[in-house]
Nanobody
Framework: QVQLVESGGGLVQAGGSLRLSCAAS????????IGWFRQAPGKEREFAAT????????AYADSVKGRFTISRDNAKNTVYLQMNSLKPEDTAAYYC?????????????????WGQGTQVAVSS
């Protein structure tokens, strides 16, 4: 089992940047693929990015491709989401999730553990 804690959210102007962190407990962190999802008020949770166990492969939603970068440091049990060129439509609660599968997935059903989320607000 793994516990996940997100941090790094906040209020930023459009065009700005934020880096979210997802810190995991447990010594088996490197055995989990990690995904970032987001949920805006009144909308369903949606996929943003995912990274495989080793960090060798990543995938992004079209809405964030070219602006967001997911990375991981298995020695620190942490996954990052670097968010650049932020837009008001990026405003949402951001969640990281861990999957026992080796590969990442855009489907939230593929993830076994979830953090509590961190809020991101982008002003125009």
């Amino acid at each position: 089992q793994v516990q996940l804690v997100e941090s790094g959210g906040g209020l930023v102007q459009a065009g700005g940047s934020l880096r979210l962190s997802c810190a995991a407990s447990g010594r088996t962190f490197s055995t989990y693929a990690i995904g970032w999802f987001r949920q805006a008020p009144g909308k369903e949770r949606e996929f943003a990015a995912t990274i495989t166990r080793s960090g060798a492969n990543t995938a992004y939603a079209d809405s964030v491709k070219g602006r967001f970068t997911i990375s991981r440091d298995n020695a620190k049990n942490t996954v990052y989401l670097q968010m650049n060129s932020l837009k008001p439509e990026d405003t949402a609660a951001y969640y990281c999730a861990a999957s026992e599968r080796s590969y990442g997935s855009p489907s939230s059903a593929s993830y076994d553990y979830w953090g509590q989320g961190t809020q991101v607000a982008v002003s125009s």
